[in-house]
């Protein structure tokens, strides 16, 4: 019944016993006066700090208990349930129980003792963010039941309970800003993570207190490149950003991606090594005239050495000379949940959201060995190599037919969407593993 309550104890109208009447004594005469019934009633409040995270870090939950009841609420029990996340030890229940739920969705504190009218109490919940993805959450919610010494007359419905029961952190993507798409070998490369959109207070990092190690860098060569030089580079990047740096001595590629806490990926940077030596700007003299270090008189003939045969074909396409920004409106479309894809009508899809795109392409890469797909040649490549896409209906289209598909068979793939929107390249903020059977 309602809290406030009064139940009318007058012989016409109700009986009250704690047991049998005295022997020769009235029934009625045992009744006793009006009884108010008082139930819990427990305002509770919820928010996270910080409110938004990278996937990988930890937010913590402040969870607020007050009586707001006109007397003692009796023992009771909260719990706080995650989702997109777990809970992490370190949280805390109101006078200094322990709280259980470590390394799982639900935080406990059980058998708290009796708030007395208008008492309050406070628990936090540690919490880590799981791989979400773009624009994810991690909702919390509260939920309070009668302790176990009041199991046996109460019930979850004899606590009245009102106020913020959930509250949400906002779990965002890591992104590593694009270098230079092609440097001559030997030239210094730096990556810095990059502000997030939906976080700029972080800056960065996988969380307040945890920056990056050399560890935490994925970096993948390819083409005949080889990491040397590997440091971090945290003077040469901006405020709160975190980086490395690195060279390869040998032509070929190398992508990165930063990978922290077990959890949660950024987007890949590749970076491409030419042959030849690294360039160098000459530090102007004020005041000095410039002298030519070369005569105006050509060195080479105008008969280009290049042939017509080099044009490359309209369904594969080289490597453009930026590399793309990375934007969360270009997403590869994800096939349907199950087990894997098949060879059968092996197509894929993407769509540009608010972007509007000339081109698009689709870069493919073999996660066993990172060679690439080559739809012009139908063929596995060292090299990274866009694969021209068709639009229809708004989503840019790109399929592998006949007999290639055969090359795909039990083939996990990770695949990047580009669009050209402007004379500027985009990429897929997020590159998706699909495996193929």
Known sequence: MA????IDLAPAA??????PAD???PVSADNGAALTVQNENIAVTNSPSPATVFEGAQTTYSVGLT????AASGTYTVAVTLAGGIVIAGGTCPGGVGQTGAGTTTATCADLASLAASGSGSMTVVARANDN???GVMPSTVAITPGSANSTTGTPAGIQVSGVMTAQASVTELLIAPAASSVPTGTVVTLCTTNSVAGPSLAGFSSLTNP???ADYIITPGGGAAVSGLALAPGSCAAGQQGIQFTSATAGSLSVQAGYNVLGRSNTAVTTFTAGAPTSTPTPVPGATA???FTPTPTFTPTPTLTPTLTPTPTATATPGTLPTPSPQLAVVMPAAGPSVGRSRLSFRATTGSLVASSASFVIKRKSDNMYWNGATAAWQPGLVENTASNATGTWTYAVTGPARRLFAGTPVIVEARAVVSAQ???SAVTPEIPIR
């Open 67 to 70: 009586n707001s009841g006109a």
């Open 212 to 214: 990056f190690t050399l």
């Open 425 to 427: 390249l985009y990429g």
């Open 291 to 293: 002298t030519p270090t």
């Open 3 to 6: 809290s406030g309550t009064t």
């Open 23 to 25: 022997v020769g004594v």
């Open 14 to 19: 109700f009986v009250a016993k704690d047991g």
């Open 133 to 135: 993805p773009p624009g």
